[in-house]
């Protein structure tokens, strides 16, 4: 891991970090958003999403969870579900040190499995996550316009 | 990682319940709110919780590296009389913190707010639960001669002003209270739950992960509103303003400041293996999460305010304004922003209690020129509280010499921690016994 790099469990205090590496990302400002999933996730389980601190300011977020049942997949997973770096930080490994803390407390939580969903258009996070160990699922996404 | 969850014995549960009914009439609609609000969450559970998988061995102090107790007679005998406090203080809190919510809880303005707040209320009765189940699943009998009926009957008996904590003795004054009360004063629990992790004693070690993980949402229900109305302040008739929450700061920080204890002490804890941080170590966190806290706040006000300028030019312009604490393009410090008072400020236990300490940190000779700085920073509604008028004279009586600085920090309003008996009868105590599966229906407690 980088040196001066701290993972530690995503508090409230990370809104306004959060949106901000979501802002140089997409140019979007979206408090709103991020307050609603931030909170979204500290009330189900405060200890599953993940920060990434370079030198104490926040760099990298990832937020996700164990759940069961979903689409008829009774197993315990643990989903990986949003996650975003500081371009400006980039090339230091932090989504792998996200990403593996983000795992070990689905294991703890008692999954065996991890899932996410990339879009088709988004190649480099498909290429990141397949350097992490993700396979392809034999799962279909299948959706309607409405 | 897993969880044994429990319940109290039934005279225990009688209790807590008949409690609720008088302090916490809106439990009932817990279940209703988190099926709207909190659809998908797990269900709100009145129960016991200890986490599993904890560490098994002393983690602090002067027993370093040897087995946790199991029991309170295998605890360092003032270790265990020092835990026995922290409890009663810990269910002190968790109780006095329902009795404040809900004395504006009808007042939210937002129904989100409101049902977060209903849920704060509701896990809070779950750690009072929790400190409950601590003193009566044990034998406390080698610490203390109060048996654990009366331990209970004190806690339950305790009501806004006879609290062990300054903080819970207040009123709130609107639903402004509810939230900066969740953003400031629950951010001094999640530090304490944390530093009691590494508790010597191994079930009160185990109790805190979960009650930790819930209090995470406490802070959110204090943070995200206030964020939310700042970025309103900046609109056209905000109903809350800027200077409305910075009153509301300045009442809360300061006592939130002195739930940590005296600056100079805490060591005697760590050296107990009770926590693992001194008073001034946690404290100092404490204030930098608070710094972060109100710059995020002015943050979204100063973004919410200027929509025009990109984030890197909003964040310089809230960080000049900051530094130079003036005013720039109309952003003004003093009268837009958020800001934690000093240390010093208001106090009224610790190192600086009684100090005449300004909200900047300059000093007062002059105590009726200090009394009015204080209560041009307070709520309006607060200024004219039992507690406020108390801190004045005691204020007054340190600054002539008529009143003992160690007389006037023991001294509280209202002082009426023993003796509170429930409301139904003047006779009727909370914890009473309860007939078992075969006897009759107890009738004292409608």
């Known amino acids: ?146 | 990682m897993g969880e044994i969850r429990s319940e109290l014995p039934k005279k225990y549960q009688a209790a807590v319940d008949h409690w609720q009914r008088h302090n916490f009439p809106e439990y009932p609609q817990v279940a209703k709110a988190w099926d709207k609000y909190f659809p998908k969450d797990e269900p709100f559970c009145l129960c016991a919780k200890l986490q599993t998988d904890m560490p098994t061995h002393v983690e602090v102090g002067d027993r370093k590296g040897q087995p946790k107790a199991l029991q309170p007679k295998d605890l360092d005998p003032e270790a265990a009389k020092q835990l026995l406090m922290i409890i009663r203080a810990q269910a002190s809190t968790e109780y006095g913190s329902i009795q404040q919510h809900h004395g504006t809880y009808e007042r939210a303005n937002d129904p989100q707010d409101q049902a977060w707040v209903l849920r704060v209320m509701a896990e809070e009765f779950r750690h009072g639960y929790q400190m409950i189940h601590l003193l009566t699943s044990a034998d406390w009998s080698p610490v203390t001669d109060t048996k654990p009926e009366d331990m209970v009957e004190e806690i339950l008996s305790m009501q806004t002003g006879s609290h062990v904590l300054a903080a819970f003795n207040l009123e709130y004054d609107s639903f402004v209270d509810n939230v900066v009360f969740a953003a400031f004063i629950d951010r001094v629990g999640k530090y304490q739950l944390t530093m009691q992790k590494v508790n010597a004693y191994a079930p009160m070690a185990a109790s805190m992960p979960p009650m930790l993980k819930e209090e995470a949402f406490h802070l959110a229900t204090g943070v995200i509103p206030m964020r939310r109305w700042a970025e309103k302040a900046a609109g056209p008739s905000p109903l809350v303003d800027m200077p409305a929450l910075q009153r509301a700061v300045s009442k809360w920080f300061c006592r939130g400041l002195e739930m940590f204890g005296d600056e100079r002490g805490g060591e005697t804890n760590v050296r107990l293996g009770l926590k693992d941080l001194t008073n001034r170590d946690a404290q100092d966190r404490y204030v930098e999460e608070c710094e972060q806290m109100l710059d995020d706040v002015n943050k979204r006000y100063v973004r919410a305010r200027f929509p025009s300028l990109s984030r890197e030019d909003a964040d310089a312009l809230y960080a000049r304004v900051k530094a130079d604490r003036g005013t720039v393009d109309g952003l003004s410090w003093d009268e837009d922003l958020l800001k934690l008072p000093h240390r010093g400020f208001f106090r009224r236990r610790g190192e600086f209690a009684f100090q005449m300490i300004g909200f900047d940190g300059e000093k007062f000779d002059d105590v009726e020129k200090y009394v009015a700085h204080v209560l041009a920073r307070l709520p309006e509604a607060y200024r004219a509280s039992v507690d406020v008028s108390h801190w004045a004279e005691m204020q007054r009586g340190v600054a002539s010499g008529k009143v003992e600085l160690k007389a006037a920090i023991r001294s509280m309003p209202r002082l009426a921690r023993v003796g509170g008996t429930c409301p139904c009868a003047n006779s009727v105590r909370w914890v009473v016994e309860v007939p078992g599966p075969s006897g009759e229906a107890p009738t004292l407690h409608p």
């Open chain 1, 1 to 146: 891991m980088a040196q001066g790099l701290r993972i530690r469990p995503l508090t409230e205090l990370d809104v306004e970090p959060v949106t901000r590496i979501d802002e140089r990302v997409t140019g979007k400002y979206r408090p709103d958003v991020w307050e609603t999933r931030v909170v979204y996730y500290i009330r189900r389980d405060a200890d599953s999403s993940q920060v990434a601190e370079l030198d104490g300011t926040v760099v990298g977020f990832m937020l996700g969870e164990v759940r069961g049942g979903e689409f008829g997949l009774d197993e315990p997973t643990g989903w990986v579900e949003f996650f975003g770096v500081d371009p400006a930080a980039r090339g230091r490994d932090i989504g792998r040190g996200l990403l593996e803390a983000l795992l070990s407390h689905f294991r703890s939580r008692g999954a065996h499995l991890a899932r996410t969903i990339v879009a088709e258009r988004d190649t480099e996070i498909a290429g990141f996550i397949e350097r992490l160990g993700f396979e392809r699922a034999p799962l279909r996404a299948y959706e309607k316009r409405l």
